[in-house]
Structures are given as C-alpha cells and as structure tokens.
C-alpha cells in the first residue's frame, strides 16, 4: 500500500463569510469545520497532515495546536487553491507516495466515501481520482466537464463558466487524491488565466489529464457531502445536516430522541443506552449521559457536565459542568452549576446553585441522598453531607451550615 499523507487547504479569508475570525474555525455542531476534514484524513490513514493556514493562521494553531500529526504550513497571500497546494512543495516535494488534497470548509465528508475514493484509485491506478457529486442547483461550485464518452477533461470554476457549462449539475466537491510527484509537477505550471486571477487547483487536473495521465472519478457522492461553506447560511444548512448525522448515530446507539427537528445535541457528546431525549433539549459541548436517563422537556446541558444512570432532569433545567450521580432528580426550573451532586438526590422545583459571588466561580458539594426542597439556593462554595435536609425556600450557605453544627444539618431550614 502506497504511503498517504494529506494537504487541508485552510488559508482563505472568506470575505463570504463575513467573518474576523478564521472560516474552518466556525462551529458545526460545536467543532470547528476544520475537526472534522482532520479526522476523516486520520480515518484513512494519512500519516502526516498539512494544513495549510493563511488568514486568522494564529487562532487555528492554537485551537489544534497540540496534535502531533499536523504540520502547520504558511501560505502569506490568498493566491488560490494550486498556490496554497504550492506552499507545501518544501516538505513534500521528494515524497513518492499518494497525496490527498481536501478543504477545510468542508466539512461533510466523510471517510468512508474518501475510502471509495482511495480504493478507486488504486484499483485503476490513476494519477488522480476526484469525486464528484450532482447537485440541483449547482451555482459557486466548479463544474465537471466531460467529453461525448463520458470522459472527464476539466473542471471549470462558476466564475469562468460559458452559459452551457453554467447548466452543468455535476460539480467539484473539492476532494482528490493524487501520485504526490504528478500533483506538484502540474501545480508548478498553472497559471491565473481566469476571472478572478487567481492559481486554481481544479486547473492543475485539467493539466494532468493533458499530459496523458490517468484521471478518474468516484461520481455517486452525496449531494450533502459536496457542500463547501462560504456563508453563514451555508453553515448553518451544514449543521442542519450533521445534526441530523449525530442523532442517527446516537438513536443506532439505542438512545431516543422523542423529536429530532426541535432537539440539538453537540458533536461531542454521548449518551447511554435506554436515554430518552424530550423535545427542545439542547445538549452543548463536552458532555456525557448515562443509561436509563430522562432529559428534558426544554432542558440545558451545557460543557464539562457528567451525568450518571437513571437521572431525570425535567423542564427548564441548566446544568453547567457538573456530575449528577445516579438517580438524581432534578424536574423543574433548577440550575445546578460548577456542582457535584450525589445519589439519588431530589432537587426540588427552582432551586439553584448560586455559583458566582461576582469576582469568581465557586463549587457546591452535594452528598448522597439528600433533599433539596423547591426553591433552595446553595451559595457556592458548600457542601452538603449525605442525607442533608433542606427546607423549601432556604438560603443556604456554608455558615449557617456550621453554625447548625454537626448531627444537625439534616435539617437547614429557616
Ligand atoms: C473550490 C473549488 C471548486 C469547488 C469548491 C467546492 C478551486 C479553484 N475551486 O471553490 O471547484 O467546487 O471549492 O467547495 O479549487 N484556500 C486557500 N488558499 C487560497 C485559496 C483558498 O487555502 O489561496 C482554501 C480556502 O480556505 C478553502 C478552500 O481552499 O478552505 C477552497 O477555497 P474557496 O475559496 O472556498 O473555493 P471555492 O470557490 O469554494
Ligand atoms: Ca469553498
């Protein structure tokens, strides 16, 4: 098996996007558009990754900063995508194996047609083998450009279309998979003949095929997959489709998901088996849910939050990082934020933690059993001993706590 390494080309300002911020770092389902182009590379294999970063550079090294297999590659001036390909000449130019190239403003795609893709290309042992996908309305994308046999001869860009080739459904995606010598043999040549001046990659194939070399294409490639995002609109329309992938993944994982349109869940959490997940349940960041779990109507779980089996957690509930052990109850209106709370306890209708004094965050200690009657705040720091008592209304904070002194916390009352 051939050697694989991988260019994300990541460096565009996207004036579309109308944005300070870097494009690939917008959020889908709570990652940046760039976690997931990194990860379908990794799922197949590519050894080393080279992301090529231009525009807000500095923010997208920090936020990926850490992984070992990235190799972070300047491109200076938005020139276009066979330029950005050009800036990765250095460290790749000697290397004999197969190159794939993606953008990171894709973020649907997925591995397993980027397998279909590899394996299609190994099979006929071509040059380069793209993907390409047939979309209803075809408009800002790259249009596949075939001769009477069906053979491919280029991709032209929307901007240099002729009206015929403006009618062309079947577009550039954007995914390819090159032998790395015959890529930067034809990227050196491509010249900015084009409206927009600029060096495009989709040129560089039209020169591949040129020259004789073997060119093929994988063509059933789902229409969302193809989707590049240059807008918010855009964004938000690919969002729409990997929630729609999250909670397919997770109601195969035995999870229930009572009415998928009006429910979001973050890209990173996961959820136990035998969950149920009422309506207008918004689930965000790092978050994990137990088995035999009740979540929602209306409920908040916010990032850093654990919760164990068998916890219900009813209307307008927030929980913000914290553990909720098994078999706690929290049903209606409650905050329960930087908290630990143990064993079946019952949180009672609107109490909360009050968790910021004003100048910092505080933690609230919870113990096994306890009851938390409606409408108790917990000022942080406290805690609570298993089998506390707390009347309904209380203000509770650790003084009055200690002043109770010990034998008599199981019951905090006013
Ligand atoms: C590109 C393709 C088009 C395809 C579409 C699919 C070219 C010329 N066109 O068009 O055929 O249908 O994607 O979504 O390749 N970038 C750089 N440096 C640059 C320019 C771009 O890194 O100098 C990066 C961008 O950040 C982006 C990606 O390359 O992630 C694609 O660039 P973009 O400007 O979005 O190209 P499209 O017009 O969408
Ligand atoms: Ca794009």
New binding site residues.
């Given amino acids: 098996m051939a050697q694989r390494a991988a260019i994300i ?4 300002v996207s004036s579309r996007m109308n944005t300070q911020m870097a ?2 770092l917008h959020e889908v389902c709570g990652r940046p558009m760039l976690g997931y182009v990194l990860d379908a590379c990794r799922d197949v294999g590519a050894g080393k990754i080279y992301a ?1 970063v ?1 525009f807000g550079s500095e923010q997208v090294k920090e936020w990926f900063g850490d992984a070992e297999d990235i190799v972070w590659v300047t ?1 200076d001036q ?4 066979a ?2 390909v050009m800036c990765c000449r250095e460290y790749l130019k000697d290397f004999d194996g197969e190159t794939l190239v993606l ?4 973020p649907l795609i997925r591995a397993k047609t980027l397998k279909t893709l590899i394996e299609k290309h190994e099979a006929e042992q071509a040059a380069a083998t793209l993907a390409t996908a047939v979309l209803d309305d075809p408009a ?3 249009r596949i450009i075939r001769d009477v046999y069906g053979n491919i001869q280029g ?1 032209v ?1 929307d901007s240099d279309c002729s009206r015929e080739q403006w009618l062309i459904r079947e ?4 995914y390819y998979l090159f032998n790395n010598r015959i890529l930067f043999e034809a990227v050196e040549k491509v010249r900015p003949d084009n409206v927009k001046k600029e060096f ?3 040129d560089a194939l039209s020169l591949i095929i040129a020259t004789g070399h073997k060119v093929v294409a994988i063509t059933a490639v789902r229409p969302e997959e193809a989707m ?1 995002v ?1 807008s918010r609109r855009q964004l938000s329309v690919a969002s729409k489709i990997m929630q729609a992938r999250i909670q397919r993944q997770l109601m195969a994982n035995g999870v229930t998901i009572v009415d998928p349109d009006n429910t979001w869940i973050d890209a990173r959490a996961r959820i136990g088996q035998d969950t149920v997940i009422e309506p207008f349940t918004y689930i965000h960041g790092e978050v994990t849910i137990g088995s035999g779990c009740r979540i929602g109507p209306f409920a908040f779980v916010r990032h850093g939050t654990v919760i164990e089996d068998d916890v219900v957690l009813g209307v307008f509930t927030e929980v913000k990082n914290s553990t909720l052990a098994e078999g706690v109850r929290a049903r209606h209106h409650s905050y329960l934020g930087d908290a630990m709370i143990g064993r079946h306890v019952d949180v009672g209708a609107g109490s909360i933690t009050a968790n910021f004094d004003g100048v910092k965050v505080n933690r609230t200690k919870v113990g096994d059993d306890c009851y938390i009657g409606s409408g108790a705040i917990l000022i942080a720091p406290l805690e609570l001993k298993d089998g506390s008592h707390i009347g309904a209304g209380t203000v509770v904070s650790q003084r009055n706590v200690n002043e109770l002194g010990e034998g008599t916390e199981k019951d905090v009352s006013k």
């Avoid at 080309?9 to 565009?12: E, I, N």
């Avoid at 938005?78 to 995508?81: E, I, L, S």
């Avoid at 577009?171 to 954007?174: H, I, T």
């Fill in positions: 080309l990541a460096a565009g494009k690939v090529v231009g491109q938005q020139r276009g995508t330029h950005a953008c990171g403003d894709g800002g994308y790259g991709i860009e577009v550039n995606p954007s495009y990659l989709t590049g240059n």
